[in-house]
C-alpha cells in the first residue's frame, strides 16, 4: 500500500479546514446535531489522502466512508460543504482511474436517489448537482484508465513484436552464414588442394616456389579450420537431425517453380532473359533463396494469385523479379520477417532488393545481384582505363 505523500495531507486538510469553515457560517442552529455535523464534515473531507495515497481495498474503504459522510450530512442535516462535493468528485474518479468503476457508479447511485425521493427543494437540486458531476468524474477516470491499459497493451505487444522480429533475425542470419559457409569452404579447400596439386606434380619447380605453395596451402587449411571454428557451430543450432544436402543454385528453380504451383494451385511462370552462363555459388544461393521465400510469401499473402518469376542476366548483375497479381502491399506485409530475410541476403552479396506494389496491381519483390566480384569489377575498371586513350 502506497503512503499518502505531503501534498495528500494539506489537500485534505485545506478541504477540512474549508468545510468545517463553511459549516460555522451556514448553520444557525449550535444545538446537539452540531457536533455531529462537524464530524460528519471532517469525515468527508480529510480521509481524500488516504484515498490519494492508497491503493487496493484500503482506498476502496476509504472512498466509501468518503461517500457516506456526504450523504449522511446530506440527507438528516439538509448540508453539503463545497469541500464536501470535491471530495466526493475525487473519489470516484480515483475509483474510475484504478479500474474500481463498479464501485464508482455505486457511490453516484445514492445522490440518484436522493434526488428522486427527496421531499426538500435545496437537497433535491445539490443531490442533482453532485450526481451530475460524480458521474463525469467517474467517466473521466474510466476514460483515463483504458487509455493508459492500452497504451501499455500497445507497449507490451510492440515489445513482443519486436522481440519475434529480432528472433527471426538471428534465425536468418544465422541460416545465411551456413549456406555462406558451405560456399566459402569450398573455395578454400580447392586452394589448399590446387597449391599442394601444384607443388607436388609441377616439374622443376623452384625450392622457393614450393615453398610458396607450401605456405599458401598451410594458410589456406588455417583459414578453413578458424571459419569453421566460427561458423561451424551454426550448423548445431536450429538443424538439429535436417538432412545435409548440397546448396541449391539457379538449375534447381525449374523444380522450385513446379513445386509451388503444385503447391498453390495456381499458374506460375519462369522467364529467363539474357545470356545464361554459371554464376558464382554465393550468387545463386542467394537468388534462389529469394525467389524461394518471394514465392512462399505470395502463396501465404495473395492465394490462388498467378506468379511470375523472371530471371535476367547481364553483364554487370542478375535480376530477379518475382510478381503477383493478388492484393498488393497491405496484404502482403512490407515489414515481414521473410522480406528483412531477403534484404539481407542480397546485402551480404553487395546487392539491392525492393519490395512494394506491382504497376497494375500486386505485388513485386526485385533484386539485382552482382555477377562479378569486387576484385573483378576493379580490374574490369582498370583495363578499360587503361585503354582510353
Given at each position: ?117 427527496s421531499q426538500e427543494e435545496p437537497t433535491r437540486i445539490v443531490a442533482v448537482l453532485v450526481a451530475t458531476l460524480a458521474s463525469a468524474a467517474a467517466a473521466t477516470g474510466i476514460a483515463h484508465h483504458a487509455r493508459s491499459t492500452a497504451l501499455a497493451h500497445s507497449a ?124 558464382d555459388p554465393g550468387i545463386e544461393v542467394t537468388a534462389y533463396r529469394i525467389v524461394q521465400e518471394a514465392l512462399t510469401n505470395a502463396r501465404r499473402h495473395a492465394p490462388g494469385a498467378a506468379v511470375d518469376v523472371e530471371l535476367r542476366y547481364g553483364d554487370e548483375d ?72
Amino acid at each position: 500500500m502506497e503512503r499518502s505523500g505531503p501534498g495528500n495531507l494539506v489537500a485534505s486538510g485545506v478541504l477540512g479546514v474549508l468545510a468545517v469553515s463553511e459549516v460555522l457560517l451556514r448553520s444557525t442552529d449550535l444545538g446537539a446535531g452540531f457536533a455531529a455535523l462537524l464530524l460528519l464534515t471532517l469525515a468527508s473531507t480529510l480521509p481524500l489522502a488516504l484515498v490519494l495515497g492508497s491503493g487496493g481495498p484500503a482506498r476502496s474503504g476509504t472512498a466509501v466512508a468518503v461517500s457516506t459522510a456526504c450523504v449522511l450530512s446530506l440527507v438528516p442535516f439538509g448540508i453539503l460543504t463545497v469541500g464536501g462535493v470535491v471530495a466526493q468528485l475525487v473519489c470516484v474518479y480515483v475509483l474510475g482511474r484504478a479500474g474500481a468503476t463498479r464501485l464508482g457508479g455505486l457511490l453516484v447511485l445514492p445522490y440518484v436517489v436522493i434526488a428522486l425521493g427527496s421531499q426538500e427543494e435545496p437537497t433535491r437540486i445539490v443531490a442533482v448537482l453532485v450526481a451530475t458531476l460524480a458521474s463525469a468524474a467517474a467517466a473521466t477516470g474510466i476514460a483515463h484508465h483504458a487509455r493508459s491499459t492500452a497504451l501499455a497493451h500497445s507497449a507490451t505487444e510492440q515489445a513482443f513484436a519486436d522481440t519475434l522480429l529480432e528472433h527471426a533475425a538471428r534465425g536468418e542470419r544465422a541460416r545465411i552464414a551456413r549456406e555462406l559457409h558451405d560456399v566459402v569452404a569450398h573455395h578454400i579447400s580447392m586452394i589448399a588442394v590446387q597449391a599442394e596439386t601444384a607443388r607436388l606434380t609441377t616439374p622443376g619447380l623452384p625450392a622457393e616456389g614450393a615453398t610458396r605453395l607450401l605456405a599458401i596451402g598451410d594458410t589456406a587449411r588455417t583459414a578453413l579450420t578458424e571459419m569453421r571454428r566460427l561458423l561451424g557451430v551454426l550448423r548445431e543450432d536450429a538443424d538439429t537431425g535436417v538432412q545435409r544436402r548440397p546448396q541449391p543454385g539457379l538449375a534447381q528453380l525449374i523444380d522450385l517453380v513446379d513445386e509451388s504451383r503444385d503447391a498453390a494451385g495456381s499458374r506460375t511462370r519462369l522467364i529467363v532473359s539474357g545470356h545464361v552462363t554459371s554464376l558464382d555459388p554465393g550468387i545463386e544461393v542467394t537468388a534462389y533463396r529469394i525467389v524461394q521465400e518471394a514465392l512462399t510469401n505470395a502463396r501465404r499473402h495473395a492465394p490462388g494469385a498467378a506468379v511470375d518469376v523472371e530471371l535476367r542476366y547481364g553483364d554487370e548483375d542478375l535480376a530477379v523479379r518475382v510478381r503477383d497479381n493478388g492484393p498488393g502491399p497491405v496484404a502482403a506485409g512490407l515489414s515481414g520477417h521473410g522480406l528483412l530475410g531477403m534484404r539481407e541476403r542480397a546485402a551480404t552479396v553487395g546487392g539491392t532488393l525492393r519490395t512494394g506494389p506491382a504497376p497494375g496491381g500486386g505485388f513485386v519483390v526485385e533484386a539485382r545481384l552482382p555477377v562479378k566480384s569486387e576484385e573483378e569489377q576493379k580490374q574490369v575498371q582498370k583495363q578499360e582505363g587503361a585503354a582510353r586513350p
